[in-house]
């Protein structure tokens, strides 16, 4: 798909690596909804794609919600009159499993997991609903392709969106609408310093290096304009770049 003059949404786009796929799409002559529950973020990354000669507009979104999300989806519709490109990006990081949270793991499936078959499926329907194709991509994780043992419901849910997003590959030939995911290693963004800590040091070494969120939104460019990827899984990795899983 050729970005220029396409309309995108972007969730989490409030951050780290929302925020340079947001900015990355508008550099190409995407205009980006982008949505967040974090209204201070969203507007951020807003203002600079705005000062950059982007066009992009703050919709709030908790992924969690239908009716957010379908919101969200109608408003790039109403403001530019199209919808070509969904990326499934809000996600949390952060667990202890074994901790007193008895909610906290269900609040990651509900916003790691379910919420990008959700977002999958509105952004899909519409898509389909248009008739002109499209493109949705769905950020996992490494962690979805290899355990983690300090993070089992994290890796758990990026495993399950890789599965959900091979699964979908012949939508492709059946509506034009391709589904992708990209699965990066460690990113410089506040989820990783959240996460990790102390430990980033340690964690840095032992996948050669942290990402830059550009590093990210590079590989996002690339599953959206090459038109042969559909239920592809894309790593991106300090040490190989980009390639597919199989
Ligand atoms: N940073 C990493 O090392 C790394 C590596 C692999 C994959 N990822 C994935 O990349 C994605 C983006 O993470 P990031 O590192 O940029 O983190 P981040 O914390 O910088 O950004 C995440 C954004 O999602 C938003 N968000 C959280 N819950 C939401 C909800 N319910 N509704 C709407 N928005 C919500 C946050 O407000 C924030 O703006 C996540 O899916 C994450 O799992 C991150």
């Not at 979805?144 to 599965?163: C, Q, R, W």
């Not at 430990?199 to 990210?216: F, H, N, T, W």
Request: hydrophobic residues 45%; glycine residues 14%; proline residues 2%.
């Amino acid at each position: 798909m050729q970005i220029q003059d396409t309309a995108a949404v972007v969730t989490g786009g409030g951050s780290g690596i929302g925020r340079a796929m947001a900015v990355a799409l508008a550099e190409r002559g995407c205009s980006v909804v982008v949505a967040d529950i974090d209204t201070a973020g969203g507007q951020a990354t807003v203002e600079s794609i705005l000062a950059a000669g982007g066009r992009a507009v703050f919709h709030r979104c908790d992924v969690r919600h239908t009716e957010d999300v379908a919101n969200t989806i109608a408003a790039a519709v109403e403001h530019y009159g199209r919808f070509d490109i969904m990326c499934n990006n809000a996600g949390v990081g952060g667990e202890d499993l074994f901790g007193d949270d008895d909610a906290g793991w269900k609040r990651m499936v509900d916003i790691n997991f379910t919420a990008m078959i959700e977002g999958t499926r509105i952004a899909g329907r519409e898509m389909r609903r248009r008739g002109g194709g499209g493109v949705v991509v769905n950020t996992a994780s490494m962690g979805g392709l290899v355990p983690m043992a300090e993070a089992p419901v994290y890796a758990a849910t990026k495993a399950g969106i890789i599965h959900f997003t091979r699964s979908l590959a012949g939508l492709a030939a059946e509506c034009g609408v391709r589904v992708n995911a990209i699965c990066p290693t460690y990113t410089a963004t506040p989820l990783f310093t959240d996460v990790e800590g102390e430990r980033s040091e340690e964690l840095k070494a032992q996948v050669g290096g942290i990402l830059a969120p550009e590093d990210v939104a590079a590989g996002l460019i690339e599953l959206v304009e090459d038109d042969t990827r559909a239920g592809a899984i894309m790593r991106v990795t300090v040490r190989g770049g980009r390639d597919y899983a199989r």
